[in-house]
C-alpha cells in the first residue's frame, strides 16, 4: 500500500494562501486602472481547490477562467511536452492576467502557457504557484508568486494527485510509493 505522511496542513495551507492573498491584492490594486479588473486563470484539475480559496481572499475585480494543460502520464515524471484539453474562453488580449497553478515541478506547464499568453498579447501576465520545487526545475521560467518552495517530494492532496486519486484529501501529504 502507498504511504501517506502529512506535510502541509489545511491551516499551514490556508496561511500561505494568506500570505500570496495579500501581495497579490495589494500590487494589483496599484497595477489595476480604473474599471480595470484582474482576469485570473486556474489550471485545472490541481489548482482547482487553490485557485477557489486563493481568489475568494483577493480583494480586487476580477474574471475567472480555466485552462486544462497535460504533461503527466499516470506516473510521477513529467513527459517533457505539454498539450491543451481545454483553452480558455476568452481572449487575453488587453487583459492584466494572473495565471494561478499549484505546483511547479519542471518549470514545462508554466512556461508554455506563458508563451502562448504572451503571444496574445496582453496587457501584463504574470505566474503564482502555491508550491514550486526549484531542485526540478528543466526550464527557467519567472514565477512572480510563490506560496513555498518545496523539496523533491512527490505530493498529493489539496488538488495534487497520483493517477487521478487523492486530490480530495484536505492536507497535503508526501506519497511514498512501494518499491
Ligand atoms: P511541470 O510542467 O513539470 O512544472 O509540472 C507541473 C504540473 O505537474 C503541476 O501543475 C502538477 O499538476 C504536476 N505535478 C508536479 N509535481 C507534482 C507532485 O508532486 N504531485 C502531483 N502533481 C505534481
Ligand atoms: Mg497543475
Not at 504511504?3 to 491551516?11: C, G, W
Not at 496561511?15 to 494589483?28: G, P, R, V
Not at 499516470?74 to 505539454?82: C, D, K, L
Not at 499549484?102 to 506563458?114: K, P
Request: hydrophobic residues 40%; glycine residues 6%.
Amino acid at each position: 500500500m502507498p504511504e501517506l505522511k502529512v506535510f502541509l496542513t489545511a491551516e499551514q495551507i490556508d496561511w500561505l494562501n494568506e500570505q500570496l492573498a495579500a501581495k497579490i491584492s495589494k500590487d494589483y490594486a496599484s497595477l489595476l486602472e480604473r474599471d480595470e479588473e484582474l482576469f485570473v486563470i486556474v489550471t485545472l484539475k490541481g489548482a482547482a481547490f487553490f485557485g477557489a480559496d486563493l481568489v475568494r481572499k483577493l480583494t480586487v475585480p476580477l474574471k475567472l477562467d480555466f485552462v486544462r494543460l497535460a504533461s503527466y502520464g499516470s506516473g510521477t515524471q513529467s513527459s517533457g511536452t505539454v498539450r491543451i484539453l481545454k483553452d480558455i474562453e476568452t481572449s487575453p488580449a488587453g487583459k492584466h492576467i494572473l495565471v494561478l497553478d499549484e505546483i511547479v515541478d519542471s518549470g514545462r506547464t508554466l512556461q508554455f502557457l506563458l508563451q502562448r499568453l504572451q503571444a496574445s498579447e496582453p496587457k501584463s501576465v504574470r505566474l503564482c504557484t502555491l508550491l514550486t520545487k526549484p531542485s526540478r526545475r528543466e526550464v527557467d521560467v519567472h514565477v512572480d508568486y510563490i506560496g513555498r518552495e518545496v523539496d523533491d517530494h512527490f505530493l498529493v492532496g489539496y488538488g495534487l494527485d497520483h493517477a487521478e486519486r487523492y486530490r480530495n484529501l484536505k492536507d497535503i501529504h508526501v506519497l511514498r510509493l512501494d518499491e
